[in-house]
């Protein structure tokens, strides 16, 4: 039981620690790296989720949806469309923020107001992961 406990911890302690760089990135105006570490925050608090429903090593993906999915298969874990849609949009933007075509065409979509928006979602989100 606390090798499950300290597992679950360390991940939401990263996951924490992730989106206060996101946060820094946002701040210093590299806003695709914010959404990257939005996406690593989220992703590592899902597999917090994960080390502690299944007291083991979480799968390596980045598939924030997969992780859902294998957490919905052993407990409840209903999630609200207002926490849903948001890291859906987070899971499909991983990809191409991780390996850009195009940087400044990427960098179009993810302007000040745009990435401040997702930035905010995604700590209501971390937030509410943590109490699940």
Partial sequence: MQIKYKMCEEWFLQAEYDMETAEAMFNSGRYIY??????????????????K????????????????????????FEISESIFAPIREIDKVSIPVRYPENLAELSKNYTKETTFQILTKAKEILTWLKYQ
């Fill in 53 to 76: 429903t299944f007291e083991e090593n979480p799968p390596k993906t980045h598939h924030l949806l997969y992780l859902i999915e294998k957490i919905q298969t052993k407990i409840s």
């Fill in 34 to 51: 914010t959404i990257f570490m939005i996406h690593l925050s989220i992703e590592k608090a899902l597999k917090g989720i994960y080390a």
